[in-house]
């Protein structure tokens, strides 16, 4: 089991910034790919960005490319997501998942473990 802890969630103002941060434990020892999404009241979870077990790949979603960084340190078994140029319509629950000893992978399905979420309010 990995378990996830999000936090770093808050309202902020349009143009603003916001840095998620994801603590994994548990058995984190063969690494994990890890990925952000995101789920607005009344729309299915949707992809934000992932990234691989060591860190040097990554990919976004059109909405989050150029605006969101997802990074990781793997010795603090941590994974973030700086979020920049914020817009109301990144309004939503962040979640953080990941996936034990797999290089990278992108679907929700492909996520075992998840956290509990953090609430991310951008204001016009």
């Known amino acids: 089991q990995v378990q996830l802890v999000e936090s770093g969630g808050g309202l902020v103002q349009a143009g603003g910034s916001l840095r998620l941060s994801c603590a994994a434990s548990?058995?984190?020892?063969?690494?994990?790919?890890a990925g952000w999404f995101r789920q607005a009241p009344g729309k299915e979870r949707e992809f934000v960005a992932v990234?691989?077990?060591?860190?040097?790949?990554?990919y976004y979603s059109a909405s989050a490319k150029g605006r969101f960084t997802i990074s990781r340190d793997n010795a603090k078994n941590t994974v973030y997501l700086q979020m920049n140029s914020l817009k109301p319509e990144d309004t939503a629950v962040y979640y953080c998942?990941?996936?034990?000893?797999?290089?990278?992978?992108?679907?929700?399905?492909?996520?075992?473990?998840w956290g509990q979420g953090t609430q991310v309010t951008v204001s016009s």
């Open positions: 998942a990941a996936e034990e000893g797999v290089t990278l992978v992108f679907f929700p399905t492909d996520f075992r473990f």
């Open positions: 548990g058995r984190t020892a063969s690494g994990f790919a």
């Open positions: 990234i691989s077990k060591s860190g040097d790949s990554a």
